[in-house]
């Protein structure tokens, strides 16, 4: 059977989320990307900014070709996960806003600039679904600050 | 003309998710594009210059473009400029905290007031730069922004390149194959208006693509050959 990739050794992963600035699934991919790590995987996961993997920042390449990336895209066009690929990232996630809407309908985001409520619970939702679902998950246990509901 | 591209101020902020100059950028650019200047702004996602297709890159080509970076690595302007074209204008964040003496914005994901504060005078700049880019004072007429801020964003949509690029097409001059932006939508114009090859339209035709794209001046006459007989061609399909 394949090996799957899994986290690094520490369990540690990179989160990159999408820049997404035209629609609000770009808003919950950074929103679910801040649960993750500053919620769900407090200093077990760090994000790393799109721009700078555009730019072929020597530190964010680094980074992502030399731990585990869970990339989180806003829109069909996958700059995130594409740019991962490009910068030699192995990708353990490639997560879809849209895939996860289509899964919870209910959860219909609105606002760019400010998520509406429906937004927020998709980002929390989708952010738990991708984290239970890392090869080794790397949870460092609840550690919940801000809550949404 | 329903294809050609209008001319709008283009606003690509770098978005950085790791720093609150980052969320500043972004938010100034939602400011401008959503409530300051609406209408006459356009925007796109950086990473599209390196994840999306040649009408994505052809963006800072068509629209004149104002980068908003967070911070002095200034990606949004470097990736502009290295996969599209040069900027007509460059904003930092931090630098502009720094000149107006705003204490240090604080939080990615929720700003504190310190960043509030940041995005407003950010977004004033940019919304100045974006009229000196179409040369007039002030929001043009018609695209006045509401008396009151249109909150924050929340329901809507700003007007984002992407998915509705600009049409291009390669041609070959000189032996290299290069990229032309807009090359059938103003060769339609003209049709539409009944004008066909004869000098003065030839002229005009040119003219307009030069408006669109890079010309090298050393390859002017080249450039002027091909676009000439494209054009022909098409008057005669």
């Known amino acids: ?149 | 003309m329903s294809d050609m591209p209008e001319r709008k101020v283009g606003i690509i902020a770098c978005s950085g998710e790791q720093l609150a100059e980052g969320t500043v950028a972004r938010l100034a650019a939602l400011r401008v594009l959503n409530e300051l200047r609406p209408g006459q702004t356009v925007t796109i996602c950086l990473p599209l210059f390196l994840a999306g297709g040649a009408e994505d890159r052809a963006f800072a080509c068509v629209h004149p473009t104002i980068t908003v970076d967070g911070c002095d690595l200034r990606c949004a302007a470097h990736g502009t400029e290295k996969y599209s074209s040069k900027p007509v204008a460059s904003l930092v964040v931090s630098e502009l905290v720094a000149e107006h003496g705003l204490p240090k914005p604080e939080g990615c994901r929720r700003l504190n007031d310190a960043g509030k504060q940041a995005v407003e005078v950010t977004a004033q700049r940019l919304a100045a730069l974006v009229d000196e880019a179409l040369g007039h004072e002030g929001p043009a007429a018609g695209n006045r922004p509401a008396a009151q801020p249109a909150g924050n964003g929340k329901g809507e949509e700003v007007t984002c390149s992407c998915g509705s690029g600009v049409p291009v097409r390669r041609v070959v001059i000189d032996g290299q194959t290069v990229e032309l932006v807009a090359l059938d939508p103003i060769f339609q114009k003209f049709r539409s208006a009944g004008r066909g090859p004869d000098e003065a339209t030839l002229r005009e035709v040119f003219d307009m693509v030069k408006l669109y794209n890079d010309v090298p001046p050393k390859a002017e006459a080249s450039y002027r050959e091909v676009i000439h007989r494209e054009f022909i061609a098409a008057c005669q399909s």
């Open chain 1, 1 to 149: 059977m394949p090996q799957e990739a899994t986290s690094s050794p520490k369990g540690h992963v990179v989160v990159v989320p999408c820049s997404g600035i035209g629609k609000p699934f770009g808003t919950v991919s950074r929103e679910a990307a801040y649960e993750i790590c500053e919620n769900l995987c407090p200093g077990k996961a760090q994000i790393v900014a799109l721009a700078k993997l555009v730019l072929g920042d020597a530190e964010a390449r680094s980074a992502v070709s030399s731990t585990p990336v869970v990339s989180i895209d806003g829109c069909k066009r996958a700059c995130a996960a594409t740019m991962v690929k490009q910068s030699g990232g192995t990708l353990i996630r490639e997560v879809s806003v849209l895939e996860a809407f289509r899964q919870h309908k209910d959860l219909k985001p609105e606002g760019i600039a400010e998520l509406n409520d429906a937004g927020l619970k998709l980002a929390r939702v989708l952010a738990e679904e991708t984290v239970a679902s890392l090869p080794r998950a790397p949870s460092a246990g609840p550690a919940r600050g801000e809550n949404h509901e």
